[in-house]
């Protein structure tokens, strides 16, 4: 069953609210890359950047104020929310809510397909998933996805698109693909419970390196990485496979980068005129040469790790500039039992850089194709593996 989300926690993937509360650490200047973080003193005068215009106490009276003429609140709440014209605020009804939640399990009902973007940045199929919808209805590897429920996706990151693609269990989505011979299809699919295999897998290299994936930052992803890491030979050389993860729990991106950092500051983040400091817990388990991939679908909590070993010095970033989700969401119960997801300000790495729109840059670029191998390349100059 999902958590209630009677009390506020806030957030920075796509839709993932956090579970637990965050881990809270002194700021520690000392090693970081730039060496500068702004004072709590400087950010009390001004509102935090990038919040929503939208107050939880004005949702409240929009839904109060349409139940009481026998309206959905949830709609009210939501037209309110869209008139402000914050990219990130959202309402949900409570069974969408609950829906989604129960994703952060590592469960989601969908229809099997997994995307990504090739070099020329055409959206293609990149795994169908056996005996769900999609393969049954035939769908191939390397089709070109048109549309998902009659909304063009080019140009769409694959995070968004995903997302159109799951819903709630026994639903259906109709799209559109289209083949290398040009043969195009619609179809009407519908969504069904999946599992999204590991959540964190370990390849070994026969170098003697590693490759440590994380798909999502799900619930207990985080403690799933420090053990992975800790089953390895000391001083093991490991990529760290971040590439399509769309975020997920804040804590759970904390405690993961806790297995390279040796405590410290993950990042910071604006909430009611305070700064909250996300800190790393202490006892990293990995303290061999560290590359982290990424590519455009690394999002907001995996930009989150990725921007704390980058900006620390202690990891080679190799890719794609990621994704660019770079604020905080808290959920807030409405009167109704709805959910609105407001946000509360940006978050920065631990050198003070905003991620929102821009992104994180790689310390060396490399295309789709070549990424993982050019990963180990930089692996094998930061030092022998184990």
């Not at 949830?74 to 809510?97: K, Q």
């Not at 996706?153 to 159109?164: D, H, M, N």
């Not at 409405?334 to 959910?339: F, K, Q, W």
């Amino acid at each position: 069953m999902p958590e209630s989300p009677r009390v506020p926690r806030p957030r920075a993937g796509q839709g993932f609210p956090l579970a637990a509360p965050l881990l809270l650490a002194a700021v520690l200047a000392a090693g970081l890359r730039g060496g500068w973080l702004p004072s709590y003193e400087a950010q009390q005068t001004r509102a935090p950047e990038g919040a929503s215009a939208v107050s939880g106490a004005r949702l409240d009276g929009a839904v109060r104020s349409a139940l009481a003429r026998g309206r959905s609140g949830t709609e009210a709440a939501r037209a309110l929310v869209s008139r402000s014209g914050h990219r990130w605020d959202a309402v949900y009804g409570p069974s969408a809510y609950a829906a989604w939640s129960e994703g952060l399990t590592g469960a989601y009902a969908g229809v099997g397909l997994a995307l990504a973007h090739d070099a020329d940045g055409v959206l293609r199929v990149s795994r169908v998933r056996p005996g769900a919808p999609a393969a049954r209805a035939g769908v191939r590897t390397g089709e070109r996805l048109l549309s998902v429920g009659g909304r063009e996706v080019a140009g769409l990151p694959v995070t968004r698109t995903v997302g159109l693609l799951r819903g709630e269990p026994g639903t259906r989505v109709a799209v559109r693909l289209v083949r290398d011979d040009g043969t195009e299809r619609r179809l009407v699919l519908t969504r069904v419970r999946l599992g999204d295999g590991p959540v964190v897998s370990v390849e070994r290299y026969g170098d003697g390196g590693a490759r440590v994936r994380v798909r999502a930052f799900t619930r207990g992803a985080g403690e799933r990485v420090r053990a992975a890491v800790a089953a390895l030979p000391p001083r093991t050389a490991v990529v760290l496979d971040l590439r399509g993860n769309p975020g997920g729990l804040l804590d759970e991106a904390a405690r993961a980068a806790g297995a390279f950092l040796d405590g410290g500051v993950v990042a910071t983040y604006e909430d009611g005129g305070s700064r909250r400091v996300l800190g790393a817990p202490r006892g990293a388990a990995g303290s061999g040469p560290l590359v982290v991939l990424v590519d455009g679908g690394t999002a907001s909590a995996a930009e989150v790790v990725t921007g704390a070993l980058q900006d620390r010095g202690r990891a080679v970033v190799v890719g794609e500039p990621t994704f660019g989700k770079g604020t905080v969401q808290v959920p807030r119960a409405l009167p109704d039992g709805s959910v609105a997801e407001l946000t509360v300000g940006r978050w920065r790495t631990p050198a003070g850089r905003g991620v929102e729109g821009a992104g994180l840059a790689p310390d060396v670029s490399a295309a789709p194709g070549t990424a993982e191998a050019r990963a180990r390349e930089v692996l094998t100059g930061l030092g022998t593996p184990s």
